[in-house]
């Protein structure tokens, strides 16, 4: 078993306006050194098995479910393997 979590975001080239609103707030409270805030989502997936398996199995749920290629990118860690 390998728990793997999967980060989602924004492509660079796509405007963010949820991190572009956090960045405005976190300036109100005047903290003006703060020059860029990127949202984002993470999954924690556990997959049985290891190596190939896990990077197969995240790449098809990345693909088909988790992400729109045409705004978002991902990447993953491994968290845990057994």
């Known amino acids: 078993m390998t728990k793997v ?3 989602v975001t924004y492509k660079q080239s796509v405007f ?3 991190g572009e609103t956090i960045k405005d707030a ?4 005047g903290h003006d050194e703060v020059k860029d805030v990127q949202v984002g989502k993470f999954f924690d997936v ?4 290891t190596g190939k398996v896990v990077e197969k199995t ?3 749920i990345a693909d088909q479910l988790l992400v729109n290629f045409n705004m978002e ?5 491994v968290m845990e393997e057994e």
């Not at 976190?26 to 409270?29: D, G, K, Q, V």
């Not at 556990?46 to 098995?49: H, L, Q």
């Not at 990118?73 to 860690?77: A, F, P």
């Open 73 to 77: 990118t991902y990447k993953y860690q």
């Open 58 to 60: 995240i790449e098809e």
């Open 5 to 7: 979590r999967i980060f």
């Open 16 to 18: 963010d306006p949820q």
């Open 46 to 49: 556990t997959v049985e098995g």
């Open 26 to 29: 976190i300036h109100t409270l």
